[in-house]
């Protein structure tokens, strides 16, 4: 994180810095040209941009910030065709009904929240305590699978959910 960036700025920045990373080794590989996409999912409270924990003090401190608030989870999508990069953006509000502590401790000591932006996964055990969605609950898993179907079908990749 750069100090004073947006997190919609981050997230798109991150997006595009795997993107050119992805690219960059499958032209060291010799592979084929093929359409190759990358994704970055962040969470932010307010300006604040809550990323991986790095321990589970850092995981307790995220999810007690999360407790009874609303949140967005922002989701970059970036799409390299061979000839041009295409890209977007889903933004998602997540609301968490208060945390007590003890789930807080035991989602914790599940390992969970590793490795997850904003500590946890919306599929995971705190679900039950996801009281609101406004947006793209495939974007919150990480991939908002209709900005990629459209940058697919943008793009004229063929795949399964093209008309």
Same mark, same amino acid.
């Given at each position: ?5 947006a ?6 920045? +991150? ?6 990373? &992805?690219?960059?080794?499958?032209? &060291? ?10 994704? #970055? ?12 924990? &790095? ?19 922002? %989701? ?13 953006? %889903? ?6 009904? +208060?945390?007590?502590?003890? +789930? @807080? #401790?035991?989602?914790? #000591? ?18 039950g305590? @996801?009281?609101? @969605?406004?947006?793209?609950? %495939?974007? +919150?898993?990480?991939?908002?699978? &209709? ?14 959910? %093209?008309?």
């Amino acid at each position: 994180m750069r100090g004073g960036e947006a997190p919609t700025v981050y997230v798109q920045r +991150v997006t595009r810095a795997k993107l050119d990373a &992805a690219c960059r080794r499958c032209t &060291a590989r010799g592979l084929p040209p093929a359409p190759v996409l990358c994704a #970055d999912t962040t969470v932010a409270l307010h300006a604040r941009i809550l990323g991986k924990p &790095a321990d589970a003090h850092d995981a307790r401190a995220m999810l007690a910030a999360l407790s009874g608030r609303t949140h967005r989870v922002l %989701s970059a999508v970036a799409l390299w065709t061979g000839t041009r990069r295409l890209e977007a953006l %889903s933004i998602s509000r997540v609301r968490f009904a +208060v945390l007590p502590r003890q +789930v @807080i #401790d035991a989602y914790v #000591d599940s390992g969970e929240p590793f490795g997850k932006a904003g500590a946890y996964a919306i599929q995971s055990a705190l679900a039950g305590w @996801i009281t609101h @969605i406004d947006g793209s609950y %495939s974007g +919150v898993m990480g991939l908002p699978l &209709a900005e990629t179907a459209a940058l697919l079908r943008q793009a004229k990749v063929a795949h399964h959910l %093209s008309a």
